[in-house]
C-alpha cells in the first residue's frame, strides 16, 4: 500500500521568501509528526498531530513555524520569511495513534529544503 | 528529561564479521528504546523496540538489541555483517513515560560502512 508521501522533494528558495511542505499521510493513521534533520543538529522532533489538532507544538524552533492539518489528513508545515540556518531535510511520520511503544511511525523521504 | 548518546559517529566492519552499535540512554521514566536504519535517499525504517517486554529484542535483517537497565544501554549488534546493512542507524527513545505521547527523540546517528 501507499506510504507517507512528501512534498516537494526539493525546494531551493531565496532567504526571506515563505515556504510550504506538504505531507500526505497513511491513510487511517490519526497521528502525524514533523521532524527536521539537519546537519549540525540531527533529527530533531519538531510537532505532532493527533487527529487535527497539535497538543504538542513546543519543537517549533520560532515562531516562523507553524503547521496544520485538515480533515485528519494532510498536514502543510509553512515557514515564514527563511533564514539560511532554515536549510535542513523536514521528515513526516504517521502512526495509527500517538503510543509510540505500541504504533510504528512510517517516516515519508522528506523535503530537502535549501535557503540561498 | 531523555536523552541518547550513540558512541561512535561511524563503523567500519567487514563482510562477514559482526556489528555492535552502541547506545546510552538517560531517562527519567521506564524508557521506549527503538533503532531505526536510514538508507542513502530512503526513508527512515524502524528496525526493532524496546517496551519493557524480554529485554533481548530481535528485529528485522538479522539485527538484535539488548537492554541493560543497570548499564543504560540499548547496543545494536548483528552477527555477520552484508553490504546491503551500510546506512546509519539511530538509536531513540519516546520522549514521554511509556510513549504516551509519541514524539521521538533521536541519537546523533552511527554510519555503518561495510568493506567487501
Known amino acids: 500500500g501507499a506510504g507517507v508521501s512528501q512534498s516537494p522533494s526539493n525546494k531551493v528558495t531565496e532567504k526571506g521568501k515563505d515556504v510550504e511542505l506538504r505531507c500526505d499521510p497513511i491513510?487511517?493513521?490519526?497521528?502525524l509528526y514533523w521532524y527536521r534533520q539537519s546537519l549540525g543538529q540531527g533529527l530533531e522532533f519538531l510537532i505532532y498531530f493527533q487527529g487535527n489538532s497539535a497538543p504538542d507544538k513546543s519543537g517549533l524552533p520560532s515562531d516562523r513555524f507553524s503547521a496544520e492539518r485538515t480533515g485528519g489528513s494532510v498536514s502543510t508545515l509553512t515557514i515564514q520569511r527563511t533564514q539560511q540556518e532554515d536549510s535542513a531535510v523536514y521528515l513526516c511520520?504517521?502512526?495509527?495513534?500517538?503510543?509510540?511503544?505500541?504504533?510504528?511511525?512510517?517516516f515519508g523521504p522528506g523535503t530537502r529544503l535549501t535557503v540561498t | 528529561a531523555q536523552s541518547v548518546t550513540q558512541l561512535d559517529s561511524h563503523v567500519s566492519v567487514s563482510e562477514g564479521t559482526p556489528v555492535l552499535l552502541r547506545c546510552n540512554y538517560s531517562s527519567s521514566y521506564s524508557p521506549s528504546l527503538f533503532w531505526y536504519v536510514q538508507h542513502p535517499n530512503k526513508g527512515l525504517q524502524l528496525l526493532l523496540k524496546y517496551t519493557s517486554a524480554a529485554t533481548l529484542v530481535k528485529g528485522i535483517n538479522g539485527f538484535e538489541a539488548e537492554f541493560k537497565k543497570s548499564e543504560t544501554s540499548f547496543h545494536l549488534t548483528k552477527p555477520s555483517a552484508h553490504m546491503s546493512d551500510a546506512a546509519e542507524y539511530f538509536c531513540?527513545?519516546?520522549?514521554?513515560?511509556?510513549?504516551?505521547?509519541?514524539?521521538?527523540?533521536f541519537g546523533k546517528g552511527t554510519k555503518l560502512s561495510v568493506k567487501p
Open positions: 531513540v527513545v519516546s520522549d514521554q513515560d511509556g510513549g504516551s505521547q509519541g514524539n521521538l527523540i
Open positions: 491513510s487511517g493513521h490519526t497521528a
Open positions: 511520520a504517521s502512526s495509527l495513534a500517538s503510543r509510540a511503544n505500541s504504533y510504528e511511525q512510517y
